[in-house]
């Protein structure tokens, strides 16, 4: 089986700087349904961390971020609809998924930082957008509320911080107008991917916030293998939210097989250079990868492909939404304009109609 995304709104369209008559209305148009209902798949981070490590001292990181975020206390998605978060004071989400990848700083090699999810940890990053006009929910005060695994392989050391990183800031949904303006489409539209495109035309709604977020105080980070040795402080972040650019990612093909479940993501750089770039494969719920998860890729002309294997952890119970595997794809940075990203996400029932 496959599932490949349609053009709903072309790319000269769209950067044409669409006024509000024109049809971008969330609830205009069709497209295929985006999963799992949640926020921040169109939107890639790139964040500035200053820490101090023992015996090492202070190292200024630069991360590219992917993430996935599903809004809490939806007990019956069926009738779901994103739309109506929109006009509310608050909303609260979990995040599913957030990756990060740093490389700006030869003497750490690449370093990993992974968020601690609902369902896989006991700890989990959570956020907060809450109406500054105390009307519709945008623009939004929004704190963010992330608990970190950070992997440093050149060092030999895994790190983890007990308290959560208090980022807080101020959020907008994305437009027409704001993809129009980033810096990199301005330069080549033709990296404008068409899962940002789809967005406008999407029934339902979407959720996508922008904004800067800055971390309130510095947190310390702990030994993974003697959890109550302090081993560094995370001393400020800085994150940027910013649109999806440079590649697409898309579901190719799938079987489910009993507990069973292969995909094969389809990775096609949208640029006129070849990108070296780092893949992630993670999950949520009851599935479980158990093939490679992470990687360096070099994309050139010709679409990469990644075949990932999961299992169902518990095979008496049927996929569902709540069952989602993610691919991710972004390179290392030292500057937000070099930020190239891609995300595809499929869920359990999605799966399961599909075939």
């Known amino acids: 089986m496959k599932s490949k995304p349609k053009n709903l709104v072309s790319r000269r369209h769209l950067l044409q700087g669409l006024s509000a008559s024109v049809a971008l209305s969330p609830l205009v148009g069709s497209s ?29 990181l630069y991360f590219s971020t992917l993430s996935y975020a599903s809004f809490n206390n939806v007990l019956d998605y069926s009738d779901f609809v994103i739309s109506s978060i929109l006009t509310k004071s608050m909303t609260t989400l979990s995040w599913e998924t957030i990756q990060c990848w740093a490389a700006n700083a030869p003497d750490l090699g690449v370093v990993r930082a992974k968020g601690k999810i609902r369902g896989r940890s006991d700890q989990t990053s959570t956020v907060v957008f809450l109406s500054e006009s105390g009307a519709d929910l945008f623009p939004a005060d929004t704190i963010n509320l992330n608990y970190f695994d950070f992997e440093f392989p050149a060092l030999d050391l895994r790190l983890f911080n007990k308290e959560p990183m208090e980022l807080r800031g ?20 033709e990296g404008l991917p068409s899962s940002i495109e789809e967005a406008f035309n999407r029934p339902g709604g979407f959720f996508e916030p922008h904004g800067k977020h800055t971390m309130q105080t510095p947190i310390t980070l702990y030994d993974a293998d003697n959890p ?3 081993m560094g402080t995370i001393l400020s972040a800085e994150v ?48 479980r990868t158990v093939s490679e998860t992470e990687g360096l890729l070099v994309l050139d002309k010709d679409p990469v492909f990644i075949d990932s294997q999961a299992v169902l952890i518990d095979p008496e119970i049927e996929l569902s939404l709540l069952d989602c595997i993610f691919c991710g794809v972004t390179n290392t940075i030292e500057r937000d304009i070099e930020l190239i990203a891609g995300f595809g996400m499929v869920d359990g029932d999605g799966l399961l109609k599909q075939k």
């Open 32 to 60: 295929a349904a985006l999963a799992k209902p949640g926020g921040c798949f169109l939107m890639a981070g790139h964040c500035l961390t200053a820490l101090e490590l023992k015996g090492i001292g202070r190292r200024d």
């Open 170 to 189: 101020l959020s907008e949904q994305i437009t027409p107008q704001y993809v129009s303006n980033d810096p990199r489409v301005v330069a080549n539209p």
């Open 228 to 230: 109550n040795e302090e």
């Open 240 to 287: 940027t939210l910013v649109p999806h650019y440079g590649v697409e990612v898309s579901l190719d093909d799938y079987e489910v097989d009993g507990a069973f479940i292969t995909t094969r993501w389809r990775i096609q750089n949208l640029l006129d250079v070849a990108k070296e770039v780092y893949f992630s494969v993670s999950d949520v719920g009851n599935v």
